[in-house]
Each structure stands twice: as structure tokens, then as C-alpha cells.
């Protein structure tokens, strides 16, 4: 069995992530078809970024006035090239993406939504998640071991991070803290990130950091919750089965344009960015199902204030 991957995506997500699949540093398999220019590799390219890609492409060649068969005797490739871009069922070759472009007179603005591929996945998701979340007007997440990372406070997350196996140096585990904290200020820009959280009485419980960093953890959501952009709602353990048994779960939104809505989600196996929208319409009807087994947002207030006193002397 490979060993574990370093665990940098740790610092966006405030979860532990595993993959059984990769090693360090990370191997890249990609075989590609010098006939039709796809790229066979084992290396996930999420959904958004194909989708993205494809979105534009197609809507440069019907500007353009070009059949998938003209554009690809264009860029030297085969319709079925082309066609297979577009339906987001294979990812681009960057050689085959660069012809397109010019093809396609983009002047390289088609060329740089390329999705790439041969990137360590935790970095490229580290970096597109991070991203994504600093563009987004709001989000929806469910977390069921550990208090959302937009909460935390640092002595939490500090806390947190310290259980990451493998054991990493203090300087790496210092920048992952800072990059944790830096995406809080999602809440202190000109429009404020509007979140939505569900919390399971097991991540409130779970005392990462021991009794003190609890304390004050809990007093920092009561004051999270004054802020009218974000409403936390505990979901008890007394709810009993739920619709996100499967872990925890993030619902993007994007202004746009176009504006859409994404989801990441994670196993122990893989983490992956889907922008299906069948698949994120199904993500955000559980999480509204979520919302109304939850406890209310005043009775989730009581809840909280419950268990800090249950910490006190």
C-alpha cells in the first residue's frame, strides 16, 4: 500500500483526508491518443474545470459559426475530439486545447481554463477549493466530526491540524494554520460570504484541543451566530437518521457569470469537485432536508450555550 499523501488539503478543508491511490511524490499515469488527442490518465480532473472548459468552447465554435467537424480540421484533430471535449467526457490534452484556442482566435483565453492534470490532487484542490470559496456569494455545509474551519478559532484549528498523520514540521503545519484562518475574512469583505451551517452534536462534543480550547471555541460560535451572514443549526444526535450519513458535504454558489452552484465532497478515498447539475440539485435538496431535522437557529443557540456550561467548573 502506498503511503498516505502529504497532507496539505487538510488546511482548506479542516477535515483529515486520505488516499489509498498516490504516493510522494505523486505519480501521474496519462496515456494519450495521438489520433484523437484525449487524455487517458488516472489523475482526476474535477467537474468544474471540465465543464467550465467545455461550456466555452462550445459557445466559441457557435459563435464562430463552426460545425465540430470544421473545428476540428482546424486544430488538426477529429471531430470526435472535439465532440467528446464538449460533453465533458474526456478531458483535453493541453496540445489539443492549445490548437483549439488558436483555432479558435482566443488569444489564449480558452487556453487558460485549461483543466489540468499531472497536478498532486490535494494542491490543485487546495488551490481550486480556496478559490472557489473566495468567489462564492454563499455557501451550505454540512460537518459531522469537527467544527466547519470557517468557524474555528485558531487555537482549534491549531489543535486540529496537530492530529494530521503523518506528523509534519512545525513550520508546514504553521502555514497550514495560516491558511486556514486567512479564509476567514470571506466574512469582512464588502459582501459578506452568507453561510449556512449544520453541525452534528458529535463535532461539538469531540473535545480536539482539550477543555479550555473548547470553552472558547464554543463562546466564538455564539458570536459567529450575531453575525446575520452566517446561521449555524446543531443537528442532535437525537434526530437519529439523516440524509448525509455519508459524510460531510459543501455547496458552493457562484454569482457568476454564468452563475452555478458546485459541490465537494469527500471519502476517505478521493475528494472531488462535481458541477453536474443533477448531481448538485440532489446535494441541495438533502442539505434542505438537513436544515429541517436540525434544530432552529435559537434552539441551536441554547444547545451550544448547554454545552459550554456543561465544560465549566
Known amino acids: 500500500m502506498a503511503p498516505p499523501c502529504p497532507d496539505s488539503y487538510r488546511a482548506a478543508t479542516g477535515r483529515h483526508l486520505f488516499s489509498h491511490s498516490c504516493s510522494m511524490p505523486w505519480q501521474v499515469l496519462a496515456f494519450t491518443c495521438h489520433t484523437c488527442g484525449m487524455a487517458r490518465t488516472k489523475n482526476v480532473v474535477d467537474d468544474l ?90 455557501i451550505d455545509q454540512f460537518h459531522a466530526q469537527v467544527v466547519p474551519a470557517l468557524l474555528q478559532t485558531e487555537d482549534y484549528a491549531r489543535a486540529d491540524l496537530a492530529g494530521t498523520v503523518p506528523p509534519q514540521p512545525a513550520p508546514v503545519l504553521a502555514a497550514w494554520l495560516q491558511t486556514r484562518m486567512k479564509r476567514q475574512e470571506v466574512f469582512q469583505r464588502d459582501r459578506p460570504l452568507a453561510a449556512q451551517f449544520v453541525v452534528d452534536e458529535g463535532a461539538l462534543r469531540r473535545q480536539i484541543g482539550g477543555p479550555d480550547v473548547m470553552a472558547a471555541q464554543y463562546v466564538h460560535i455564539l458570536e459567529q451566530m450575531e453575525n446575520p451572514f452566517i446561521v449555524v443549526q446543531v443537528l442532535p444526535f437525537a434526530a437519529g437518521a439523516h440524509p448525509a450519513q455519508h459524510g460531510a458535504c459543501t455547496i458552493l454558489h457562484l454569482d457568476g457569470p454564468p452563475a452555478e452552484s458546485v459541490l465537494y465532497v469527500e471519502t476517505m478515498a478521493e475528494s472531488r469537485i462535481h458541477a453536474d447539475p443533477a448531481t448538485v440539485a440532489t446535494a441541495t435538496r438533502r442539505f434542505a432536508a438537513l436544515l429541517g431535522i436540525a434544530l432552529s437557529p435559537a434552539a441551536s443557540r441554547d444547545f451550544i450555550q448547554a454545552l459550554a456550561a456543561e465544560g465549566r467548573p
Open 49 to 138: 474545470a471540465l465543464s467550465r472548459f467545455a461550456q466555452e468552447l462550445k459557445a466559441r465554435r457557435t459563435e464562430a459559426g463552426l460545425s465540430q467537424e470544421d473545428l476540428g480540421k482546424l486544430a488538426g484533430f477529429s471531430r470526435q475530439a472535439v465532440g467528446e471535449v464538449e460533453r465533458c467526457r474526456q478531458p483535453p490534452t493541453r496540445t489539443l486545447a492549445s490548437k483549439l484556442d488558436t483555432a479558435l482566435g482566443a488569444g489564449g483565453e480558452l487556453l487558460a481554463l485549461f483543466p489540468r492534470r499531472g497536478v498532486p490532487e490535494r494542491q490543485r484542490l487546495l488551490d481550486g477549493y480556496v478559490s472557489l470559496e473566495g468567489q462564492a456569494s454563499a
